[in-house]
């Protein structure tokens, strides 16, 4: 039975791809069978793992269109699969505005999926419309990234009534992590957001801390993973420790 687990913030640019990306592609590293779903118009960690302007893509599969099997493709490892995001999904959500059941139209594809995967891994678009409200209520867990910034929990209350909404549709929903990203330790601001997060969140917000690095936004500029990139960065390094972090907590 696949971990449903859905990496979501409405704030862009808090390191939701990068996230996504880096851990699905070690996820497969350790052999579980994989699927990366971009629901996302920007398509980031589709063109960030090399496949641009893909179609048919998560487009056809929510518009009911063509059947997610006939959609999933594999990428460059082969325990990770991907239903990667196009541009045209940009018109989906007012397509889907009218149709039955439309938050839970990804779930309902999901349905004959759960058993060929171990982890399905949704990257949700910077925003809390319809498709952002398809993930959560396909997942199981929410993962929320938090960029060690100004303004970091600005929003998280939004997200969390979102979430408690979702419920009504998709009642296991919980927060399976958080995780703080583009770290930089020579700033008193960062430790502030750490502390921040960790009185908020407690024990869900995950130990490891994603440093700020370069190499970490090099990467996808190639179309490749962070370990493909410079396996020796420190962002490398913090992805690994933070998907050993994610295996214990969900394989406990
Ligand atoms: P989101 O998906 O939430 O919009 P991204 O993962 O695309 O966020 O990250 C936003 C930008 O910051 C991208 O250009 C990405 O390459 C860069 N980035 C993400 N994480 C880091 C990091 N830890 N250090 C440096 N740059 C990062
Ligand atoms: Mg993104």
Redesign the pocket.
Known sequence: MAKIISIA?Q?????????TINLSSLLAAAEKRTLLIDIDPQA?SSSGLSVTNHTPSVYEVLVGTKNIKDVIINSFMPFLDMLPSNINLVGAEIEMVNMISRETLLKKALENMTEKFDYILI?CP?SLGLLTLNALSAAQKLII?IQCEYFALEGLGQLIETTKLIRGINPSLTIGGVIL??YDSRTKLSENVVKDVKDFFGDIAFNTI?????R??EA?SYGKTIFQYDKNST?AFAYRRLASEFIDRFEK
């Open positions: 913030n704030k862009g640019g808090v390191g939701k791809t990068t996230t980031n990257d910077p990234p990203t583009m994603v440093p700020r690095n370069v970490l936004s996808p962002g």
